[in-house]
T-cell receptor
Framework: DQQVKQNSPSLSVQEGRISILNCDYT??????FLWYKKYPAEGPTFLIS?????DKNEDGRFTVFLNKSAKHLSLHIVPSQPGDSAVYFC?????????????FGQGTTLQVKP | KAGVTQTPRYLIKTRGQQVTLSCSPI?????VSWYQQTPGQGLQFLFE???????NKGNFPGRFSGRQFSNSRSEMNVSTLELGDSALYLC???????????FGDGTRLSIL
């Protein structure tokens, strides 16, 4: 039972354009969501997070949107840069006492072409 | 600022052996979580330690165990290794209380 799903294994965009990565979840009890970026031979790097009480969080070029009714979140990268090429994971956690347990999606490989 | 440090980076073992992996969290972080990453299953949660106590556990057999020391450093042990244990093992630390986890670069374990 995969509770967090990233249905697009890969995405290719042109440099300077917007990248939109999507994530769906099934457990309505999740209350904290995160996005990580992973380069080969490195651990995941935290990008941005959002609490379930919000529907948008912004940090520089990265914006995460949360639609609780649709159980869907997305990561927008504007403008996309070649250095953004990596695997992106969304993750979710349950309320207090369970925040150390992240449930990850399968990842989406983003390629940003110069 | 020093990040999460995992040692060793690479390890080769044979079936039936046991292995211990080490994780030093970011200074001030009391929560340490361990994950297994494989091509087929993705990133899966193993367990979490907070203030030397296991707070959460994933769906892994009892061959996988861990502990946390008073300085928040953590170790993970896998006994009676199987071929399917070949994976990247990642450690992550956080302050707890809903703060994001920060990952180390992992230990790549290969079982022959």
């Amino acid at each position: 039972d995969q509770q967090v799903k990233q249905n697009s294994p890969s995405l290719s965009v042109q440099e300077g354009r917007i990248s939109i990565l999507n994530c769906d979840y099934t457990n309505s009890m999740f209350d904290y969501f995160l996005w990580y970026k992973k380069y080969p031979a490195e651990g995941p790097t935290f990008l941005i997070s959002i609490s379930s009480i919000k529907d948008k969080n912004e940090d520089g070029r990265f914006t995460v949107f949360l639609n609780k009714s649709a159980k869907h979140l997305s990561l927008h990268i504007v403008p996309s840069q070649p250095g953004d090429s990596a695997v992106y994971f969304c993750a979710a956690s349950l309320p207090s006492g369970n925040t150390g347990k992240l449930i990850f999606g399968q990842g989406t490989t983003l390629q940003v072409k110069p | 600022k020093a990040g999460v440090t995992q040692t060793p980076r690479y390890l080769i073992k044979t079936r039936g052996q046991q292995v211990t992996l080490s994780c030093s969290p970011i200074s001030g972080h009391r929560s340490v979580s361990w994950y297994q990453q494989t091509p087929g299953q993705g990133l899966q949660f193993l367990f979490e330690y907070f203030s030397e106590t296991q707070r959460n556990k994933g769906n892994f057999p009892g061959r996988f165990s861990g502990r946390q020391f008073s300085n928040s450093r953590s170790e993970m042990n896998v006994s009676t290794l199987e071929l399917g244990d070949s994976a990247l093992y990642l450690c992550a630390s956080s302050r707890g209380g809903g703060q994001p986890q920060h990952f180390g670069d992992g230990t790549r374990l290969s079982i022959l």
